[in-house]
């Protein structure tokens, strides 16, 4: 049996740009991978099978072990370009990220499901290839396969390495509630004020300067649906965040702090009701 990890990510400020020809949004925003996320267990078997469980209590971290399940439409992919190869395997997933939180956990699986299938059939695709083939199963899969930060642009694929050296600590709130992206993305335009303009990344190495103008332009949209989740961010600013924002289209809300402590007495305030974690980004 093999491990594979299969980290989440958020999104350090978010901007929706013009919407393409082929209905999606180009995008301008900072994917960060956590040091925190799910576990693929990969053991040999004479047919494809895949099981999951949940590895926390949270209404939303059950995901479906059908064939609409992001992992075994990553197997079937991989497996349909390479008729030589003989072997089958098992797929078990602990899950811990939950869904529709904005912390990408189904891209993530079928990006670790690639890698790791890269390797368990010795086919030696390189990562542009497996970046090119997650475009297939999802806008943030190909992030997933290298992780580490990166900037991503069109519709989160097109994507360039971000230089991050800094030691912040990252609170992680996942509130009992389901946002639907395509939801948000039907309707955030109704939300902006007259004449935004949305901010942009100008550097390649992320420093506080350059976080801190960045925003979420799906904020204004999920805060006034759910009210809990900009308390949420209120309360982390609160805490000592020196920044907080919305993860993706959410429900997850986060904050940084300079200071582990600081992070530790933000984590012990939130409510028991939601999912929170404390991690770092894989630099």
């Not at 200071?259 to 939130?270: G, I």
Request: hydrophobic letters at 40%; one cysteine or more; proline letters at 4%.
């Amino acid at each position: 049996m093999i491990v594979e990890k299969s980290n989440a990510k958020i999104n350090l400020g978010l901007s929706i740009l013009e919407k393409r020809d082929d209905g999606y949004h180009n995008l301008d925003t900072i994917f960060a991978e956590l040091d925190w996320g799910d576990v693929l267990e990969f053991s040999p078997a004479e047919k494809y099978k895949f099981t999951v469980e949940s590895s926390i209590q949270h209404p939303t971290s059950s995901a479906p072990a059908d064939e609409t399940n992001l992992i075994t439409q990553a197997y079937r992919l991989l497996r349909s370009m390479f008729e030589n190869v003989t072997s089958e395997y098992a797929i078990h997933l602990k899950k811990q990220i939950p869904i529709g939180a904005g912390l990408g956990g189904g891209s993530s699986n079928a990006a670790a499901t690639l890698r790791a299938l890269n390797k368990l059939w010795n086919v030696g695709l390189s990562d542009k290839v497996l970046e090119m083939l997650g475009k297939k199963l999802g806008a943030d899969v190909p992030f997933f396969i290298r992780g580490g930060v990166q900037r991503g642009k069109g519709i989160g694929e097109k994507l360039s390495h971000i230089s991050f050296n800094e030691d912040w600590w990252f609170v992680v709130c996942v509130p009992e509630i389901f946002c639907s992206t395509a939801h948000a993305f039907r309707d955030y335009k109704k939300h902006l004020p007259v004449n935004y303009h949305p901010c942009k990344f100008t550097g390649s190495n992320l420093v506080e300067k350059e976080l801190l103008p960045l925003k979420n332009d799906f904020e204004p949209m999920v805060f006034e649906n759910y009210s809990e989740i900009e308390k949420t961010k209120s309360l982390f600013k609160e805490c000592g965040a020196f920044y907080a924002s919305l993860s993706g289209s959410g429900s997850a809300v986060y904050g940084v702090f300079h200071h582990h402590e600081t992070a530790k007495n933000a984590l012990s305030k939130l409510d028991s009701s939601s999912f929170s974690f404390l991690t770092q980004i894989i630099k």
